[in-house]
């Protein structure tokens, strides 16, 4: 047996911060966001996607509205839904969940086809511009939503409706060549393949991934005219292979380029296509990338993509903290990215990158209150300049309740959801624990629980409660973390075995017992490399896994003018419960920049000591609108 993860339906989280987050999803914010789906938010951004397929079923009359993707929103709160109904059993939800899918069974056609777009505005220019139209990308997010209802719900509605989706798509794509503008099909095949055990949907999402590249001209011959503009997006060129991904072929990647969605969405399916198939050149790509991401054009919170431009990746060190992009989608791609790379190879830094993104970039793109959303996550807001000055357009300081183009929240809503699928793995000897996530889980050798108050303390409790046969537990190691103590049933292991980030303890185990892992959570201070030009002479501060940053809301003074003294302690503050849903506050010593009122001076800058408060990075943006920053100067 190969490395595979534990199914979400065999592992309950029980954990002091993760708990309140998926109790928010159910309660709060998956219901948000069927409200907006059916336009009953009064003031937030328009939707209409239940609508249109109210049109597409011959069931109401009017124009379609919305982004050609618009499906896309519907079927990512549909498998939110489907999470939900896992955590949380809700007749009513159900009931809602099964008239969406009746109704989108009644918009698909008798060939297999749906799509509401193209059946409400333009059926006969079906498939005719794969490039921008998105089609294979709404249909691999309705394929991810039937396969979440089967698994999770025990509903298999949805899921016979999408395998006559994926069978039409089959059909139509095997006979002759066709390229997904936008990856995710691949990742929704290679789903159903998993859950269906039909070998045609590997094949088929083998088959776009293979044909990706080989030819980098296909799109200028089979895009129309002024793609981008009839369908209302931003213009992509056909001749712009690197946007897709298409100028190399999948095997032979090595940097990530183009928009940064897409990217991540292909090497998701190229890492699950590879596990299964054993294909050493895919894995050996997607290393490749990986690498090219995380040591050269990775922010310090996780969040990838540096210009608004096509939402793109740029080029090595290229990472400018005030006009990042930072999508949310992005980062909920690379922990996407990083779980299926866990499937090749338990490697803990596949692991810390999940941790990264669902602690910081992530986990920063949804307020507090589960009801508001970023699009954007930069590293530096000025409260004068973002979301105001040309170019800064996209940089916002406070997250709107909704977008025009929604493709974010509904994602971070059904990453939330499912999170306990990351967080355990096995393989014909070892079980793999991947992230310090209170949780309880049922595996091939029995039962074991997890239990912990990290991201705040380094104290982390595993209970055997059941075993049938032996195995071998490997705990991953963050790579943050240089010295740590394990104690099984009160007494100290002094024999770890760390390989590629985890500690394996092999064992005779025995019901009951307990393993305990205990390690300091210092305050770190990171430094950039050299040619990340923005970070020069600035720190980012970091405790655990979280990256923390200065607000206005804690300082009398705006944030640019604040320095951290390099000589001083950056000291954490007692747990406080009544700060922005709890957290450890950071206190340093620092000093305020006191120049001239002058634009350009020869007078020296005064500074003037003041104390300088840090908060955690997802953290922001829930209190008074103002300014912030991660990287800080150091004195």
Same mark, same amino acid.
């Given at each position: 047996m190969g490395i595979r993860e534990i199914p979400l339906n065999k592992v309950r989280i029980t954990d002091a911060f993760w708990s309140p987050r998926q109790r928010l999803m159910t309660d709060v914010t998956i219901p948000y966001m069927e409200k907006i789906l059916r336009d009953q938010v009064p003031g937030a951004e328009k939707s209409h996607a239940v609508s249109n397929f109210r049109m597409a079923a011959g069931e109401e009359t009017g124009e379609f509205y919305g982004m050609v993707f618009q499906d896309s929103d519907v079927a990512k709160w549909l498998e939110a839904a489907a999470y939900s109904l896992f955590l949380k059993p809700d007749k009513a939800l159900e009931n809602r969940v099964d008239e969406m899918v009746a109704l989108i069974g009644r918009c698909q056609q008798e060939d297999g086809y749906l799509n509401t777009y193209f059946t409400v505005k333009e059926p006969e220019n079906r498939w005719a511009n794969l490039l921008e139209c998105h089609e294979l990308y709404c249909a691999g997010h309705m394929i991810e939503a039937g396969v979440a209802l089967y698994e999770a719900a025990g509903k298999d509605e949805l899921l016979q409706i999408c395998i006559r989706l994926a069978d039409h798509i089959c059909r139509k794509?095997?006979?002759? @060549?066709?390229?997904?503008g936008h990856q995710e099909i691949e990742i929704g095949l290679m789903r159903l393949y998993h859950a269906t055990g039909n070998q045609k949907y590997r094949d088929m999402a083998l088959r776009f991934l293979d044909l990706r590249g080989r030819d980098p001209e296909w799109f200028q011959r089979h895009t129309p005219a002024h793609p981008g503009i009839h369908y209302g997006g931003y213009d992509i060129l056909p001749e712009d292979t690197a946007y897709n991904q298409s100028d190399v072929p999948v095997r032979e990647q090595i940097a990530a380029r183009g928009h940064a969605v897409r990217q991540l969405y292909m090497l998701t399916a190229m890492a699950d296509a590879a596990a299964d198939t054993g294909d050493k050149d895919m894995k050996a790509a997607c290393n490749r990338v990986f690498d090219n991401i995380t040591q050269r054009q990775m922010y310090v919170t996780g969040a990838v993509g540096a210009t608004s431009y096509h939402e793109a990746f740029t080029t090595d060190y290229d990472l400018p903290s005030d006009r990042c992009y930072g999508e949310t989608c992005a &980062? +909920?791609? !690379?922990?996407?990215?990083? =779980?299926?790379?866990? &499937?090749?190879?338990?490697?803990? %830094?596949? *692991? #810390? $990158?999940?941790?990264?993104?669902? =602690?910081?970039?992530? $986990?920063?793109?949804?307020? $507090? #209150?589960?009801? %508001?959303?970023?699009?954007v996550n930069p590293l530096t807001v000025d409260a004068c300049v973002s979301g105001i000055v040309p170019g800064y357009e996209h940089v916002l300081p406070q997250r709107p309740a909704w977008h025009a183009c929604a493709c974010c929240p509904p994602n971070l809503a059904r990453l939330i959801a499912s999170l306990s699928k990351y967080l355990w793995s096995e393989d014909d000897s070892t079980l793999y624990s991947h992230l310090f996530i209170g949780s309880e889980a049922d595996t091939r050798w029995g039962k074991i629980a997890l239990e912990s108050r990290y991201p705040w303390e380094g104290s982390i409790r595993y209970r055997i409660i059941s075993t049938e046969k032996p195995f071998t537990l490997a705990i991953r190691i963050p790579a943050y973390i240089s010295d740590y103590r394990i104690t099984i049933n009160g007494r100290i292991w002094d024999a770890p075995s760390l390989r590629n980030g985890y500690c394996h303890l092999q064992k005779e185990w025995q019901p009951g017992d307990r393993i305990e892992i205990t390690f300091d959570l210092p305050v770190r201070r990171i430094h950039a490399h050299p040619q990340v030009r923005d970070a020069a002479g600035k720190i980012a501060v970091a405790r655990g896994p979280l990256i923390y940053c200065i607000e206005n809301a804690d300082h009398d003074t705006d +944030?640019? &003018?604040?320095?951290?003294?390099? #000589?001083?302690?950056?000291?954490?503050?007692?747990?406080? =419960? #009544?700060?922005?849903?709890? +957290?450890?506050?950071?206190?340093?010593?620092?000093? @305020?920049?006191? *120049?001239?009122? *002058?634009?350009?001076?020869?007078?020296?800058? !005064? =500074? &003037?000591? +003041?104390?300088i408060t840090l908060i955690p990075y997802y953290a922001w943006g829930n209190r008074e609108k103002g300014s912030m920053t991660v990287w800080i100067r150091e004195k």
């Open positions: 794509f095997m006979q002759e @060549e066709g390229i997904p &980062s +909920v791609a !690379m922990t996407f990215f990083a =779980h299926q790379m866990l &499937s090749l190879q338990p490697d803990g %830094r596949y *692991a #810390d $990158l999940m941790e990264l993104e669902l =602690h910081n970039a992530a $986990l920063a793109g949804m307020q $507090l #209150d589960g009801k %508001r959303f970023f699009y +944030v640019s &003018s604040l320095m951290l003294a390099a #000589d001083k302690k950056i000291l954490s503050l007692p747990y406080q =419960h #009544d700060l922005l849903g709890g +957290v450890i506050p950071l206190s340093a010593q620092g000093y @305020e920049i006191q *120049a001239p009122n *002058a634009l350009y001076s020869t007078v020296p800058f !005064m =500074h &003037s000591p +003041v104390p």
